[in-house]
Nanobody, 123 residues
């Protein structure tokens, strides 16, 4: 059974930091792209960042470049999203996602989803 389990969400003030973790199981972690999407109330789910464990490619959405960093620990089957300089507009439910081929630019690239973790940034 494929499982993506997120942790690390919470409430933080603007300018603060949070670290999200995604623990993956049930599939070949080293061959897959793992990433993060987010969905704010009333908005569509959008891609944030992802990392390919097969070739090391990384994608960041423009709105998080230079603030967020994604990394992968293949020994622990875990992907971490370090979020710095958080803004109120980063408030959303963040979902871990896994794909079969290539990078994860939109929801159609995703094969598996986690249950989501809430990130709230106060002004």
């Amino acid at each position: 059974e494929v499982q993506l389990v997120e942790s690390g969400g919470g409430l933080v003030q603007a300018g603060g930091s949070l670290r999200l973790s995604c623990a993956a199981s049930g599939f070949s972690f080293n061959d897959r792209t793992i990433g993060w999407f987010r969905q704010a109330p009333g908005k569509e789910r959008e891609g944030v960042s992802c990392i390919s464990n097969s070739d090391g490619s990384i994608y960041y959405a423009d709105f998080v470049k230079s603030r967020f960093t994604i990394s992968s620990d293949n020994a622990k089957n875990t992907v971490v999203l370090q979020m710095n300089s958080l803004k109120p507009e980063d408030t959303a439910v963040y979902y871990c996602a896994a794909g079969l081929y290539g990078l994860l630019y939109n929801i159609y690239d995703v094969r598996y989803w986690g249950q989501g973790t809430q990130v709230t940034v106060s002004s």
